[in-house]
């Protein structure tokens, strides 16, 4: 007998309360956040009361189960690298008759850098400290890249700040994780972190001000200058930790 169809809805928010149930085993805390893909929850896990993070993906976005398989693939493989949350195990509920795929994960206090900066006065870092914030996001880009993996979509509203000082704990979300491995995506997420760099510094209207070790590496966000000086995560990497701070 034929497994009857399950008619197509286009879902645009789940908008799950708190005490809703995933899989029996999770009660639903709070939203975290929402994008392209679908929503992320806080939840809690029944047994144990432990906090994780539950992402639910918009069956449109996640058709025949491709976009949560290659996410949670991707995450199990990069599992050792320090940016990236832990990938624990997928859940199914039905919403609206309609069944759902949840990935849930570890869940990771802090706030997004886009917040982060927002409450600093200029809503800007200094670029001492925007210097320590970009050298742990290059080194934590490098060990990805050395799995032949890559980010794709850096920027300040796809990264946690756990920790703020000379030694950042931070925590990246929603890798664009579509198509193989190149040295074109080795160029994005250099570019990536060489903008978000510029943003954290306060952006256009502050780059006149700022020393010329930041000027050099920022290259005016001439893409062309940039990929000239910096054409890995590596180079990236050794001339943060070559450079001579002014006093």
Not at 154 to 169: A, M, P, Q, S
Request: with cysteine; hydrophobic share 40%.
């Amino acid at each position: 007998m034929a497994r009857p169809k399950v008619p197509y809805i286009k879902v645009t928010e789940f908008d799950l309360p708190p005490g809703r149930m995933i899989g029996k085993k999770y009660r639903v805390l709070s939203k975290l956040g929402a994008g392209w893909e679908g929503e992320v929850y806080k939840v809690g896990e029944i047994h144990t009361g432990i906090e994780r993070a539950a992402k639910l993906f918009f069956p449109q976005r996640n058709l025949r189960d491709r976009t949560s398989k290659i996410y949670a693939q991707k995450l199990h493989k990069l599992r050792q690298c320090s940016l990236l949350i832990q990938y624990h195990t997928q859940e199914n509920i039905v919403f609206r008759k309609i069944p759902v795929t949840v990935l849930i994960s570890e869940y990771v206090e802090g706030m997004l850098l886009s917040d982060f900066l927002n409450r600093l006065p200029g809503k800007k870092l200094d670029p001492f400290k925007a210097l320590h914030l970009l050298y742990r996001l290059t080194r934590g880009i490098e060990e990805i890249h050395l799995l032949r993996e890559y980010h794709g979509d850096l920027h300040t509203g796809n990264i946690i700040v756990n920790k703020f000082g000379l030694n950042f704990e931070l925590k990246l979300l929603d890798m664009y994780r579509l198509g193989a491995f190149r040295q074109e995506n080795v160029k994005e997420d250099v570019c990536g972190l060489i903008r978000l760099f510029y943003d954290t510094l306060g952006g256009p209207e502050r780059y006149s001000k700022l020393p010329d070790v930041a000027k050099n590496i920022c290259c005016g966000l001439k893409k062309n200058l940039i990929l000239k000086k910096f054409k890995s995560i590596p180079q990236l990497r050794e001339h943060i930790e070559m450079l001579d701070w002014p006093i």
